[in-house]
Antibody, heavy 121, light 111 residues
Framework: EVQLVESGGGLVKPGGSLTLSCAASGFSFSSFSINWVRQAPGKGLEWVSSISNVATYIAYADPVKGRFTISRDNAKNSLFLQMNTLRAEDTAVYYC??????????????WGKGTTVTVSS | QLVLTQSPSASASLGASVKLTCTLSSGHSSDAVAWHQQRPEKGLRYLMI???????TRGGGIPDRFSGSSSGAERYLTISSLQSDDEADYYCQAWRVGSWVFGGGTKLTVL
């Protein structure tokens, strides 16, 4: 079964740091690019960051640029998101999401169940 | 700038059909769009990708009650023979180099 399992969420004070992990199984992890996507309470989905299969391409959404770092360890089938200088507006459920290509377009085809990050004093 | 627009809510009766719309912003009418379902306590699930010509590919295990179509800049998700389990939030998603975009979501109520 293709699966993505996030961990590492929790309560952190503003200005603090947290590292999220995503463990992949059931597919060839090193062949796929992965996103982090978040969802603030009661809100819609927001893309956070992307990393290509061998980490040659990395991109960040403007709200997290310079504060978050995405990385992966293909030998351990794992994805990470290092989050620094956290703000209240970073409070959300964070999902890792595999993406695939159809013609010229990319689309998410597998979602994890998410891990909750709460930034509050 | 790529923007996806969805109606905030929709409703239809048990057993009926409903058509959800995702509208691509100007200049992006040739883009593909993916649809995702978020049911309460069940997480997110990829449903299908819809191309500008209306061709679509469902994800594994998605029943053929879910179908897709296109017209101009609009990408449609049609759910037929509605079940109570279809009550969920539905998000469309597109991609451009350097960024991913989601619609605001449509909350579907099954009456």
């Amino acid at each position: 079964e293709v699966q993505l399992v996030e961990s590492g969420g929790g309560l952190v004070k503003p200005g603090g740091s947290l590292t999220l992990s995503c463990a992949a199984s059931g597919f060839s992890f090193s062949s796929f690019s992965i996103n982090w996507v978040r969802q603030a309470p009661g809100k819609g989905l927001e893309w956070v960051s992307s990393i290509s299969n061998v980490a040659t391409y990395i991109a960040y959404a403007d709200p997290v640029k310079g504060r978050f770092t995405i990385s992966r360890d293909n030998a351990k089938n794992s994805l990470f998101l290092q989050m620094n200088t956290l703000r209240a507006e970073d409070t959300a459920v964070y999902y890792c999401a595999r993406f695939s290509k159809s013609g010229m377009f990319y689309y998410i085809d597998v979602w994890g169940k998410g891990t909750t990050v709460t930034v509050s004093s | 700038q790529l923007v996806l627009t969805q109606s905030p809510s929709a409703s239809a009766s048990l057993g009926a059909s409903v058509k959800l719309t995702c509208t691509l912003s100007s200049g992006h009418s040739s883009d593909a769009v993916a649809w995702h379902q978020q049911r309460p306590e069940k997480g997110l699930r990829y449903l299908m990708i819809i191309n500008s010509d209306g061709s679509h590919t469902r994800g594994g295990g998605i029943p053929d009650r879910f179908s897709g179509s296109s017209s101009g800049a609009e990408r449609y998700l049609t759910i037929s023979s509605l079940q109570s389990d279809d009550e969920a939030d539905y998000y469309c998603q597109a991609w451009r180099v350097g960024s991913w975009v989601f619609g605001g979501g449509t909350k579907l109520t099954v009456l």
